[in-house]
């Protein structure tokens, strides 16, 4: 089992910055694919990042690409998402996901399914006003 607890939302202005961290519980955080989604009013979850068990493998959804890096610290069990020249369009709650597979196939084929992905956080809101 796994527990994950986002933070670092807030309301930004357009073109600014947030970091987002996501931190689990457990021992074995360092086997686990760790994922971020967003979820706007009225929408489907959309992918936006993802990284490999090691930190070496990252992907990132069209939307995000340029703008958002994921990283991981396995040592403090916590996954980050650092966002920068945010958007309106960026507003949602952004939700970090855990998948316990350290395959390079898995990641590169069923990243961007929600359902393919074990355990989600609470959310936490971003809010970009322009």
């Known amino acids: 089992q796994v527990q994950l607890v986002e933070s670092g939302g807030g309301l930004v202005q357009a073109g600014g910055s947030l970091r987002l961290s996501c931190a689990a519980s457990?021992?074995?955080?360092?086997?686990?694919?760790m994922g971020w989604f967003r979820q706007a009013p009225g929408k489907e979850r959309e992918f936006v990042a993802v990284?490999?068990?090691?930190?070496?493998?990252?992907y990132y959804g069209d939307s995000v690409k340029g703008r958002f890096t994921i990283s991981r610290d396995n040592a403090k069990s916590t996954v980050y998402l650092q966002m920068h020249s945010l958007k309106p369009e960026d507003t949602a709650v952004y939700y970090c996901?855990?998948?316990?597979?350290?395959?390079?196939?898995?990641?590169?084929?069923?990243?961007?399914?929600?359902?393919?992905?074990?355990?989600w956080g609470q959310g936490t809101q971003v809010t970009v006003s322009s």
């Open positions: 457990g021992r074995t955080f360092s086997s686990y694919t």
């Open positions: 990284i490999s068990w090691s930190g070496d493998r990252t």
């Open positions: 996901a855990a998948k316990g597979s350290t395959s390079t196939i898995w990641i590169a084929v069923m990243r961007a399914d929600p359902l393919k992905y074990d355990y």
